[in-house]
């Protein structure tokens, strides 16, 4: 299993980034997919999940109506759109592929991360 992310970088408040997961080595097609956060110095923060097919998505309440999860099953790829940007947003984001197509919380495989910076 491989999860490679991408599209972290530095954006102003109110800004916005989209990041990406490119899986390989799995089903894709078969498996819910999560991203998460680690801020400076805190814990690691469930962020967002997206079901197998896509058919339900879940946010934590401090990014719902302002990040957005999508997947394309053809690609391989899960993303990320974040907009209306935060400082308290700043944080190293990871990739998850969860153990089952429609369950969330029960990660087995994480990516490396990428880097978002908030910040005027």
């Known amino acids: 299993v491989q999860l490679v992310e991408s599209g972290g970088g530095l954006a102003q408040p109110g800004g916005s980034l989209r990041l990406s997961c490119a899986a390989s080595?799995?089903?894709?097609?078969?498996?819910?997919m999560s991203w998460a956060r680690q801020a400076p110095g805190k814990g690691l923060e469930w962020v967002s999940g997206?079901?197998?097919?896509?058919?339900?998505?879940h946010y934590a309440d401090s990014v719902k109506g302002r990040f957005t999860i999508s997947r394309d099953n053809a690609k391989n790829t899960v993303y990320l759109q974040m907009n209306s940007l935060k400082p308290e947003d700043t944080a190293l984001y990871y990739c998850?592929?969860?153990?089952?197509?429609?369950?969330?919380?029960?990660?087995?495989?994480w990516g490396q991360g990428t880097q978002v910076t908030v910040s005027s």
């Open positions: 080595g799995f089903t894709f097609s078969s498996y819910a």
């Open positions: 998850a592929k969860e153990r089952y197509g429609r369950s969330l919380y029960e990660y087995d495989y």
């Open positions: 997206i079901y197998s097919d896509g058919s339900d998505t």
